[in-house]
């Protein structure tokens, strides 16, 4: 071979691995942002870099494998829903206190599928693999809760934290979604 011959060999070899390069780096995009959705281009505009946020995510991906997650038992899943409609219920009478008692319910359910509870950031991280196009309102939901403790959140404010929040439980829940009440149920239950 020439070394013309050697050098062109050596350009289409490296063009070659380059395009392979930029097809893998393009799959792997297209899982991250399939899996997380919406949490995906959150977590872009939060980090430095791309990369950078891609590499969080798929550490968050790392972590959540090692967590032991478990369906709910039948009978788990219908006190949950039962105490759902508890919530929806007192929210006619007491938002403010419905609200609170629906994040300490979805804290519950969370950490009995088997999601850690103690930090809050982490939780959100963890639950981003799975529900990540419910974790939008979930942050919501917990931060109009925070507003109410400190006495800042309208009843309409309150009302959509409640809403946010089945979302989230609903999907926990799995097989048996949460009814929701009508306003002539909630004050009748």
Same mark, same amino acid.
């Given at each position: 071979m020439s070394p013309i011959e050697i050098i062109i060999t050596i350009v289409v070899v490296l063009a070659v691995i380059a395009a392979a390069v930029a097809v893998w780096a393009l799959l792997r995009r297209r899982n991250l942002r399939s899996t997380f959705g919406p949490e995906y281009d959150r977590a872009v505009?939060?980090?430095?870099?791309?990369?950078a946020a891609e590499r969080e995510l798929r550490e968050r991906e790392r972590r959540h494998a090692e967590l032991a997650l478990t369906p709910l038992d039948p009978a788990s899943r219908d006190r949950y829903a039962a /105490?759902?409609?508890?919530?929806?219920?007192?929210f006619v009478d007491a938002p403010g206190a419905a609200v609170g008692n629906?994040?300490?319910?979805?804290?519950r359910l969370i950490a009995e599928v088997g999601y850690p509870t103690g930090d809050y950031t982490e939780q959100v991280a963890h639950l981003s693999v799975e529900h990540a196009r419910t974790l939008g309102r979930y942050r919501e939901a917990h931060e109009i809760h925070l507003a109410n403790e400190r006495g800042?959140?309208?009843t309409e404010q309150l009302r959509q934290a409640v809403?946010?929040?089945r979302a989230l439980? /609903?999907?926990l829940l799995g097989e048996h979604p949460v009814?929701?009440?009508s306003p002539t149920? /909630? /004050?009748?239950?």
């Open positions: 505009a939060e980090q430095d870099s791309r990369s /105490a759902w409609e508890e919530v929806q219920a007192q629906a994040d300490e319910l979805l804290t800042e959140a309208s809403v946010h929040y439980f /609903a999907e009814r929701t009440l149920e /909630a /004050a009748t239950h």
